[in-house]
């Protein structure tokens, strides 16, 4: 195997909580209240439906090809050539996702902090952070989530308990007004930020307790759901209906925040979870693309890959988007169907081939013994 | 021609291997007259060459029992001649049978020193000379026998200078590696506790001894410690500084992978928790590996003090170990960038002291914070006497003189002041060098990228710290790979009776340190 280091599933549900909400809590609360209404709340938890079956996905495949990684197991299911072409759309899709991470990423910080530091700079030097987290394997990475994510968790938490005084719970009011509908409607783009979960298919090979690997999953999806709930309640306890107007509900919410006329503008504290946080997601996306790429192409080190893939990514995420309204535009409308069709539509199309493949070669395997 | 074409080419090898050229001129002296020849001239003919030239070291011929012809050999100031007299030269001289020489009687019957080996190498020979044991080589005899009676000047066990404790034992090592050993044997009385001895260094062959509890400490790691000590090939060996670079993981990392220490009582802890101590001779800083950051963040005395004390110190010093590394540029970087952070009236009173100030912020922070450093730099290796010296023009310059003449805000001293502070709250000087290093670079990206550029270089200290290992061990242990059990003596300093178990990283080998339930507890018959 490429990658020597072993990972807990702990570390590896650790790792993935800010993967998925790192760039959630940005742009998906006001996205989420645009379709739902008061309602947005209700919609993480139907959305992590699909968590949970993305997880139970990666899990089933792994199963069945327990030391392969997705890249792997497409040329085993699939055969040579199928696999190939799927792999490579893998491979693409990857370096596009992870260049609008890096995108949003940009667009956020010289939106709200440098506003006259070049884009370039921006995105560089986040993607040096995580060539050097990249470089260091996954072990690395593991070890560096269990540092970060408890301590943006907590400063997370830490923003909302210090806005509980200027929440008015009228404006959750009614709920289900125009009943399931809406909620269900708001929950279809973070679905397609839950179907980033089957980017654990890439760490389940190197669990060190893989019996613990489905719970931990789904421990994850869960403490994800439950921060996305807290969000939504937040931003709509606090804007209302406003809440779909803005573009980053949760900074604007932190700027609410005064107490005792000291504890103020906490911006600074939102947006070091968010910097923190996105390096936890660009790392655990663009290590997944190093190391496919390199299982792809045979290679038996991943670590050359880390550089020239580290480029590709800061010239993908500036092509991704022109502007972060046409971003958001995207990630509002089609991009739910194109992360969901990647995401869960072609894990479940190899999950039937495999499972096919299997029962078929055991059947063939009784009748000749 | 041919001979100088043979000379270039003998110098040509030479210059290509001078550590196996430096060996062989070892073996040559050395290895060419393995044995002691029974003859005592020749002896002394071949021990005289070899000390060509060493005016201390001297030669007493004597006879035993009025007949056979004997040879003393020490150098001087290094062995105990009063002790001489009396129990080597007086008992041989006065001896009567003297027919009868033989080592083994002499040793067993005759001798009255309680320290003598017999020798049987010119190896040997000079090894204990050298290292101020006297050997006596006897005529007719092919074993000589040194004699321990090594004494030389040497500082008595006084308070560790650069560790010091309000509560706790106030004896620190000495130079002496014997009397280091001794102190921690005196500590830890179970002959489980084993020393290993090597020498390292051609010229100064230098001891090295290797400490571990047998049943504690990880056989693989004594092996790993075995074998990066063998492969040290040095001249000579000053300080355990220069093994600590030899066998480090990571020689290019600003933070120490071991730890030093100057007192028996930390480095008997250690022992205790399966880690291995590497005593060197003529320094009192032993090495403890493998370390973790959080044991450099700790100090004996957390141990020695109640624990809701310890665990509040441990709080602060850990918030005052980021204050340390962010201070500065978190200064430099809301000045700059972020100034809609600070509430109003402070920013105000910053503002009117910044007024007449010709630099930017990040300007004046170098500034302040290069002459603190050379300050401290200055206050260290100045003789004690001119060091108050420094302290007043040191407080005059970066203090008062430097903001009336308004060269740098008032602020921005606090912000020095604080910093240097916190430092010196961290009880590891190598640990708190490490903060002062990265203080810089830190600093930069603050000026250029605001929090930003603080964010993304606490992620790559981060990132860093994560790759970085200790023997094996992984530097950020217990925390990330986290073990939840050992968080009690991370985040807090739990009672002692609480603290059941050894750090597993270093002490899976023998689990247990205590036995349960001795928390104290009201007498069960007490109403």
Same mark, same amino acid.
């Given at each position: 195997?490429?990658?020597?280091?072993?990972?807990?599933?702990?570390?590896?549900?650790?790792?993935?909580?800010?993967?998925?909400?790192?760039?959630?809590?940005?742009?998906?609360?006001?996205?989420?209240?645009?379709?739902?209404?008061?309602?947005?709340?209700?919609?993480?938890?139907?959305?992590?439906?699909?968590?949970?079956?993305?997880?139970?996905?990666?899990?089933?495949?792994?199963?069945?090809?327990?030391?392969?990684?997705?890249?792997?197991?497409?040329?085993?299911?699939?055969?040579?050539?199928?696999?190939?072409?799927?792999?490579?759309?893998?491979?693409?899709?990857?370096?596009?996702?992870?260049?609008?991470?890096?995108?949003?990423?940009?667009?956020?910080?010289?939106?709200?902090?440098?506003?006259?530091?070049?884009?370039?700079?921006?995105?560089?030097?986040?993607?040096?952070?995580?060539?050097?987290?990249?470089?260091?394997?996954?072990?690395?990475?593991?070890?560096?989530?269990?540092?970060?994510?408890?301590?943006?968790?907590?400063?997370?938490?830490?923003?909302?308990?210090?806005?509980?005084?200027?929440?008015?719970?009228?404006?959750?009011?009614?709920?289900?007004?125009?009943?399931?509908?809406?909620?269900?409607?708001?929950?279809?783009?973070?679905?397609?930020?839950?179907?980033?979960?089957?980017?654990?298919?890439?760490?389940?090979?190197?669990?060190?307790?893989?019996?613990?690997?489905?719970?931990?999953?789904?421990?994850?999806?869960?403490?994800?759901?439950?921060?996305?709930?807290?969000?939504?309640?937040?931003?709509?306890?606090?804007?209302?209906?406003?809440?779909?107007?803005?573009?980053?509900?949760?900074?604007?919410?932190?700027?609410?925040?005064?107490?005792?006329?000291?504890?103020?503008?906490?911006?600074?504290?939102?947006?070091?979870?968010?910097?923190?946080?996105?390096?936890?997601?660009?790392?655990?996306?663009?290590?997944?693309?190093?190391?496919?790429?390199?299982?792809?192409?045979?290679?038996?080190?991943?670590?050359?890959?880390?550089?020239?893939?580290?480029?590709?990514?800061?010239?993908?995420?500036?092509?991704?988007?022109?502007?972060?309204?046409?971003?958001?535009?995207?990630?509002?409308?089609?991009?739910?169907?194109?992360?969901?069709?990647?995401?869960?539509?072609?894990?479940?199309?190899?999950?039937?081939?495999?499972?096919?493949?299997?029962?078929?070669?055991?059947?063939?395997?009784?009748?000749?013994? | 021609?041919?001979?100088?074409?043979?000379?270039?080419?003998?110098?040509?090898?030479?210059?290509?291997?001078?550590?196996?050229?430096?060996?062989?001129?070892?073996?040559? /002296?050395?290895? =060419? !007259?393995?044995? %002691?020849?029974?003859?005592? $001239?020749?002896? #002394?003919?071949? &021990?005289?060459?070899?000390?060509?030239?060493?005016?201390?070291?001297?030669?007493?011929?004597?006879?035993?029992?009025?007949?056979?012809?004997?040879?003393?050999?020490?150098?001087?100031?290094?062995?105990?001649?009063?002790?001489?007299?009396?129990?080597?030269?007086?008992?041989? /001289?006065?001896? =009567? !049978?003297?027919? %009868?020489?033989?080592?083994? $009687?002499?040793? #067993?019957?005759? &001798?009255?020193?309680?320290?003598?080996?017999?020798?049987?190498?010119?190896?040997?020979?000079?090894?204990?000379?050298?290292?101020?044991?006297?050997?006596?080589?006897?005529?007719?005899?092919?074993?000589?026998?040194?004699?321990?009676?090594?004494?030389?000047?040497?500082?008595?066990?006084?308070?560790?200078?650069?560790?010091?404790?309000?509560?706790?034992?106030?004896?620190?090592?000495?130079?002496?590696?014997?009397?280091?050993?001794?102190?921690?044997?005196?500590?830890?009385?179970?002959?489980?506790?084993?020393?290993?001895?090597?020498?390292?260094?051609?010229?100064?062959?230098?001891?090295?001894?290797?400490?571990?509890?047998?049943?504690?400490?990880?056989?693989?790691?004594?092996?790993?410690?075995?074998?990066?000590?063998?492969?040290?090939?040095?001249?000579?060996?000053?300080?355990?500084?220069?093994?600590?670079?030899?066998?480090?993981?990571?020689?290019?990392?600003?933070?120490?992978?071991?730890?030093?220490?100057?007192?028996?009582?930390?480095?008997?802890?250690?022992?205790?928790?399966?880690?291995?101590?590497?005593?060197?001779?003529?320094?009192?800083?032993?090495?403890?590996?493998?370390?973790?950051?959080?044991?450099?963040?700790?100090?004996?005395?957390?141990?020695?003090?109640?624990?809701?004390?310890?665990?509040?110190?441990?709080?602060?010093?850990?918030?005052?170990?980021?204050?340390?590394?962010?201070?500065?540029?978190?200064?430099?970087?809301?000045?700059?960038?972020?100034?809609?952070?600070?509430?109003?009236?402070?920013?105000?009173?910053?503002?009117?002291?910044?007024?007449?100030?010709?630099?930017?912020?990040?300007?004046?922070?170098?500034?302040?914070?290069?002459?603190?450093?050379?300050?401290?730099?200055?206050?260290?290796?100045?003789?004690?006497?001119?060091?108050?010296?420094?302290?007043?023009?040191?407080?005059?310059?970066?203090?008062?003189?430097?903001?009336?003449?308004?060269?740098?805000?008032?602020?921005?001293?606090?912000?020095?002041?604080?910093?240097?502070?916190?430092?010196?709250?961290?009880?590891?000087?190598?640990?708190?060098?490490?903060?002062?290093?990265?203080?810089?670079?830190?600093?930069?990206?603050?000026?250029?990228?605001?929090?930003?550029?603080?964010?993304?270089?606490?992620?790559?200290?981060?990132?860093?710290?994560?790759?970085?290992?200790?023997?094996?061990?992984?530097?950020?242990?217990?925390?990330?790979?986290?073990?939840?059990?050992?968080?009690?003596?991370?985040?807090?300093?739990?009672?002692?009776?609480?603290?059941?178990?050894?750090?597993?990283?270093?002490?899976?080998?023998?689990?247990?340190?205590?036995?349960?339930?001795?928390?104290?507890?009201?007498?069960?018959?007490?109403?």
């Amino acid at each position: 195997m490429i990658e020597q280091g072993k990972i807990s599933s702990a570390q590896m549900a650790i790792m993935m909580n800010p993967s998925i909400l790192a760039t959630v809590i940005l742009l998906v609360p006001a996205i989420t209240a645009k379709n739902a209404g008061q309602d947005s709340w209700i919609s993480p938890i139907w959305a992590s439906v699909i968590g949970y079956l993305t997880v139970l996905l990666a899990y089933m495949l792994n199963k069945l090809y327990p030391n392969q990684t997705l890249i792997e197991y497409c040329d085993l299911i699939l055969g040579k050539f199928l696999g190939k072409v799927v792999g490579a759309l893998f491979l693409f899709y990857y370096l596009h996702v992870t260049g609008i991470i890096v995108l949003e990423y940009g667009e956020f910080v010289l939106g709200t902090f440098l506003t006259h530091t070049p884009m370039i700079i921006i995105c560089g030097s986040m993607m040096i952070v995580c060539a050097f987290a990249v470089y260091g394997g996954l072990e690395v990475i593991g070890r560096c989530s269990e540092i970060i994510v408890p301590v943006l968790c907590l400063l997370y938490l830490v923003i909302f308990l210090l806005l509980i005084k200027d929440l008015r719970i009228q404006n959750m009011f009614p709920i289900m007004e125009k009943g399931l509908t809406p909620s269900l409607k708001g929950s279809i783009v973070p679905q397609s930020w839950f179907s980033e979960f089957i980017i654990v298919s890439f760490f389940f090979p190197y669990l060190a307790d893989k019996d613990k690997g489905l719970k931990w999953g789904f421990i994850s999806v869960f403490s994800v759901m439950f921060l996305m709930v807290i969000t939504n309640i937040t931003t709509i306890l606090l804007f209302g209906k406003l809440t779909s107007e803005l573009t980053y509900p949760v900074m604007v919410a932190a700027r609410y925040i005064s107490i005792a006329d000291f504890l103020e503008h906490l911006e600074s504290i939102v947006m070091a979870i968010w910097v923190a946080g996105t390096f936890v997601k660009i790392t655990v996306f663009y290590y997944s693309l190093v190391l496919g790429t390199a299982q792809y192409f045979k290679l038996s080190d991943y670590r050359p890959m880390v550089l020239p893939i580290g480029f590709l990514l800061v010239l993908f995420g500036i092509w991704s988007a022109p502007n972060l309204q046409e971003l958001s535009h995207f990630l509002g409308t089609s991009a739910a169907f194109y992360f969901l069709s990647f995401q869960v539509g072609i894990p479940i199309f190899l999950l039937c081939i495999a499972l096919v493949r299997v029962k078929w070669l055991q059947k063939k395997g009784s009748m000749s013994g | 021609m041919k001979r100088r074409r043979e000379m270039k080419k003998l110098d040509f090898t030479h210059r290509l291997d001078i550590s196996k050229s430096l060996d062989e001129e070892k073996t040559q /002296i050395l290895n =060419e !007259n393995d044995a %002691l020849s029974s003859s005592l $001239i020749e002896n #002394e003919k071949i &021990l005289k060459s070899i000390y060509q030239d060493c005016s201390d070291v001297v030669y007493r011929k004597f006879l035993i029992g009025r007949e056979t012809q004997a040879l003393l050999i020490y150098i001087e100031g290094m062995s105990n001649i009063e002790e001489m007299d009396k129990g080597v030269i007086s008992p041989l /001289i006065q001896l =009567e !049978n003297v027919n %009868l020489v033989n080592i083994q $009687i002499l040793l #067993e019957e005759k &001798l009255t020193v309680s320290k003598a080996t017999p020798t049987s190498s010119f190896q040997d020979v000079i090894q204990q000379v050298s290292s101020g044991n006297p050997v006596i080589l006897i005529n007719r005899q092919i074993q000589g026998i040194s004699v321990g009676l090594g004494k030389w000047e040497k500082r008595a066990v006084e308070e560790p200078m650069a560790e010091s404790v309000v509560r706790g034992p106030r004896e620190g090592f000495t130079e002496t590696i014997a009397v280091n050993t001794t102190l921690i044997r005196r500590r830890i009385k179970s002959p489980q506790l084993k020393i290993k001895k090597m020498n390292i260094g051609r010229y100064s062959q230098t001891q090295v001894a290797i400490l571990y509890i047998d049943g504690l400490a990880d056989k693989s790691l004594i092996e790993e410690v075995n074998n990066r000590l063998g492969r040290i090939k040095i001249d000579g060996i000053m300080e355990s500084g220069y093994i600590e670079e030899f066998i480090e993981d990571n020689p290019f990392s600003p933070f120490p992978q071991i730890l030093n220490t100057e007192r028996p009582d930390i480095a008997s802890a250690s022992l205790l928790e399966g880690r291995v101590v590497i005593m060197v001779d003529g320094t009192p800083f032993s090495l403890i590996v493998p370390t973790t950051l959080y044991s450099l963040l700790q100090s004996a005395e957390d141990y020695y003090q109640r624990a809701i004390i310890g665990t509040l110190i441990r709080w602060l010093r850990y918030s005052f170990f980021l204050i340390a590394l962010l201070l500065p540029s978190s200064y430099v970087a809301i000045l700059t960038f972020h100034q809609e952070m600070v509430p109003t009236t402070l920013l105000l009173s910053v503002a009117k002291s910044r007024e007449e100030v010709p630099f930017p912020a990040l300007i004046e922070a170098l500034i302040m914070e290069v002459t603190f450093e050379a300050l401290r730099e200055a206050g260290i290796r100045l003789p004690k006497q001119v060091g108050s010296a420094v302290s007043i023009v040191g407080a005059l310059v970066i203090g008062q003189a430097a903001v009336s003449s308004g060269l740098v805000s008032a602020p921005m001293v606090m912000v020095v002041a604080i910093t240097g502070i916190a430092s010196f709250s961290i009880p590891r000087y190598n640990a708190a060098i490490a903060l002062r290093m990265l203080r810089f670079p830190i600093m930069f990206l603050a000026g250029t990228l605001g929090l930003l550029g603080i964010m993304l270089s606490l992620i790559a200290i981060i990132v860093h710290l994560s790759t970085l290992r200790s023997f094996g061990v992984p530097y950020l242990s217990p925390m990330a790979p986290m073990q939840y059990s050992e968080m009690k003596d991370v985040l807090l300093r739990a009672p002692w009776w609480s603290l059941k178990t050894r750090p597993h990283l270093t002490g899976a080998y023998n689990q247990y340190r205590q036995t349960n339930g001795q928390n104290p507890k009201p007498p069960k018959d007490s109403e």
